[in-house]
Structures are given as C-alpha cells and as structure tokens.
C-alpha cells in the first residue's frame, strides 16, 4: 500500500508545491506582446525573488472579457484604447503606451508574387484577419477603410477566415495557408510585408487594475523596460 | 440484502447539480435578456444554424455512404491486421479535436501533398473543410454502432433467405438491414451529435469565417466577447437539439 501513499504526496508536491511562498501577479497581456513579455518576466522575476508574474495572453477583448467575468488581473496591456474604455470596472491608472503598425504580411517567398497594392486585386487570392471584435480585426478593417472601397471589397471576399487573435492570423500566414495576411508589424518576423499599403498606426494602452505596492511595482517597471524597442514597439511619450 | 445508507441519497445528488445548475443558469440567462428573439433572428446566429446544418447533413451522408461497408466488415469478416483497423477506427474518440484539426491542416493544408492532389489550393478553410473536420471525428460513432448491430443479427436467417433463392443484395436489403436498423439509425443520431457539437478540429483546420465556415459552436466562441445574447442563443439550440436528441435515441431503443 505504500507506494500508493507516495504516489499521492508526489502528486501533490507537484501541484501545489512551489507556489506557496511567492506572491503572484496576473498580467493579461495581449497576444502580440507575448515575446517581448516572456523576456520582461524573466527580468522582473530577477529583480523581484519573491514575486511569481503570470502572463496570461490572448486577445485583448477576450482578456476584458475574463477580467469582466471575473478574473484576477493585476495589470492589463490592451491592443487598443476601447478595450479598455469597456471594461466594466474603471482602472486604478492607465496610459497609452506603445505603438505598433499594422501592416499586410505576406507569405514566406512571396508565392502569389503580391508587389503592390494593385497586385491585391488579382483574382483567388486568399486573405485573412482577426475577427471584427478583437483589436487586430478592428485596425485590419481601418487599414480597409483607407484603400479604394472596390479593392477593399475585393479583399473582404478573399478572406478566409476570420481569426480570434492576431497570433491565429500569424499561424495561416506562416503555414503557408493564405497569400496575405493583417498583422501587427512587430509580428512579422522573417516575413515580407506590402510595402505601399496605407499606414495605419496601433497605440497600446497600459491599465493598472488593483491598488497595491506590488501591482504598482510591475506597473511601473513596464514602462521602464526598455526592451521594447527591441522587438520593434515604439514606447510613445 | 439491499440496505443502503441514508447517505447516499444526498451524495448522489451531487453530480445531478453540477449537470443541472450551469444548464439551468444558462437558460434562465437568456430568457432573462429579454432579447433571445431577436438574437435567434440575427445574422450571426442564422447563418450559423444554416452552415450547421448543411455540414452536419453531408457530414452524415458521407460517414453512412462509407462507414457501412466498413462496419459491415468489421462484424462479419477475419482478416490480417483487423485490431490495427479497429484501433484506427477508435482513434478518433479518444483523440483531442485540436490534433485532428491540426493533421487535417498538414495532410490537406494548401502546402501538403494530399491537399495538392485534390486542389491546388488545398481543402483547408472552405466548407469542405468543415465537413471533412466533422466526419473525422464523428464517424466512429456510427461506425461502432453500425458494426455492433450488424454483429446482432442472426446469420441463420440470412442464410435461410439465401437458401430460399434470394440474391446476396437481397438479403442485405431485406434482413440485414432491417434487423440491424435500430442500431444504424442511433448510431447515424449520435454521428450527427457529435458532427454538430464538433469545434476544435473545425476551427483549426477550417478557420472562421461567417456564412461559409463558421458553425454553432465557433458562432458562440466568437460572440461570447461581442454579443453575449446570441452566444446564449446559440447554446440555447444547441442544448434544446441534445435533449430532442436524447429522448430520440431512447424512443428508438424501446422501439427495437
């Protein structure tokens, strides 16, 4: 019987074990800062022994989602100023924060030769995006807006689906599944871009949720890091 | 002899409330809202019942059009290799959607040689998709059922009808189909269930796209951020088809 036992306290050692001496800190985090957010972890966790920073990343409306419906955050780093303005408790703090660009990415070589905007109304070409709610899609509709409503409309026909965040949308450009995609430029990676596209600039809004020394520290230390500039954000004054 | 304690009624309860609670809380959200009427008329939810419905009926078709020759052979035939087939054939049931949806994407994907094959574009992201999503992981329901009823029926009489001068498709049609219906027509009722049910293969391997790919329960994954109304709608129909379903089933078991 007594393997069972250490099965048991093995079990339970492993689930539970390390988290009861550290504080931990929620930092719901839009999809398209989660490189630049595993780094800043390991950073803040080497400055801060006793604190254990979760980064919880998807789609900042469904992050605002989580949190309306009652998820612990400490801080939230929304894509967009709106998914903030909706959350339905009002934050301790916010600020705008970084910029980001976004852009038409292309497949790996550039397999349906797109050179120019005009290139974009050739027939069977294949597009996709994130979905209208989520930031992404929304700026992806805006980049839409400001292109001929001819080509804007051909372009809508074109795409294929219609992703839940904007990393969703990065996984069919990189498989190769579509021609073109609506992405943050920071996301692009090793992939070209359309480089005669409208320019449509993201801003990223920072918001403090609770009141405490903690969550204030990680508040702070965001906006001080600056490895942004490294994963190709703009920290706007 | 069959004494139980008094205790166990209330522990018994306990999974009944879990089932229950959430079922109920949900319904009594919706109706709550005030505005279940005209989230079942919207755009979002119409054309998601119209792509569920259109999948899931051709998913069916197709999983009985192949699915029978093959249960057939699983119930009646010997042959090299059969537990791997059976195994394969299980496979799709205790395998997490998200990896079905992953494999179809790399054997049907634009890039993939299969997916090549077929077109050159490759099947992923259309309706096919989701049809195609939708028999992978619901077939085997029927499949198993089928292979169980054909197991069922009793080989003497299809040889007394053999021996009587009818011809082998004959037989089929006469007495072994009509003997393993029941366990065909639940299995064809539990196929669909899960066809209607599926999300995590379809939202891989066909994406999400209103009107074209976008079925109920990847309607309600995109509402629940946007319009939570028509996310409590859909779920609505939803668990309102598994109960039509349920007593379905049952009447059809009694029946037989």
Known sequence: MKWQWRAIYGFCILTFGCSSQEQSLQLFAASSAREALTEFEVAFEQQHPEVDLQVQSG???????????????????????????????????????LRNQMVLGLAKGNPAKIRSVQDLMKPGLRFVRAQDTVPA?????????????????AIQSNMRSLESNVRQ??????????????????????????????????????????????????YTALQESTLWADYGFEVSP | MNRSPRWIWPLALLPLLLFGIPLLALSVEAFKSGELGSAITSPLVQEALRVSLLTTTLALIVTVVLGTPLAWI????????????????????????????????MAFGRNSVLGGF???????????????????????????????????????????????????IRVFREITLPLARPALVAGSVMCWTRALGEFGATIMF???????????????????????????????????????????????????
């Open chain 1, 137 to 153: 899609g929304a700026y992806a509709l805006e980049w839409l807006d400001q292109v001929d409503p001819r080509l804007g409309a």
């Open chain 2, 118 to 168: 077929f077109l050159e574009d490759g099947l992923a992201f259309s309706t096919t998709a989701v049809v195609l999503a939708q028999v992978f992981v619901a077939a085997p329901f029927y499949i198993r059922s089928a292979t169980t009823g054909f197991q069922g029926v009793n080989i003497e009489l299809e040889q007394v009808a053999a021996s009587l001068g009818a011809s082998k």
């Open chain 1, 169 to 218: 949308v990065r996984a069919k450009l990189n498989l190769g599944e579509v021609d073109a995609a609506f992405l943050y430029k920071t996301d692009l990676g090793q992939l070209p871009m359309l480089n005669d596209g409208p320019t449509v600039h993201t801003q990223m809004e920072l918001a403090l949720m609770v009141d405490n020394p903690m969550a204030n520290a990680l």
């Open chain 1, 59 to 97: 789609a900042s409306s469904r992050l605002r989602f989580q949190i309306d419906q009652g998820a612990r955050a400490d801080v939230f780093l929304s894509a967009n100023a709106d998914e903030v303005n909706h959350l339905s408790e009002t934050p301790v703090a916010r600020t705008p924060w």
């Open chain 2, 206 to 256: 066909a994406g999400s796209l209103p009107g074209k790919t976008q079925t109920m329960p990847l309607a309600i994954y995109a509402a629940m951020e946007s319009n939570w109304v028509e996310a409590l709608a859909l779920s609505m129909l939803l668990i309102l088809t598994s109960v039509l379903v349920l007593l379905g089933i049952r009447k059809v078991k009694h029946a037989a």
């Open chain 2, 74 to 105: 699983l119930a009646r035939k010997d042959f090299p290799g059969k537990a791997l087939v059976n195994t394969l054939v299980d496979l799709p049931l205790v395998l997490p959607p998200a990896v079905a949806g992953v494999a179809l994407l």
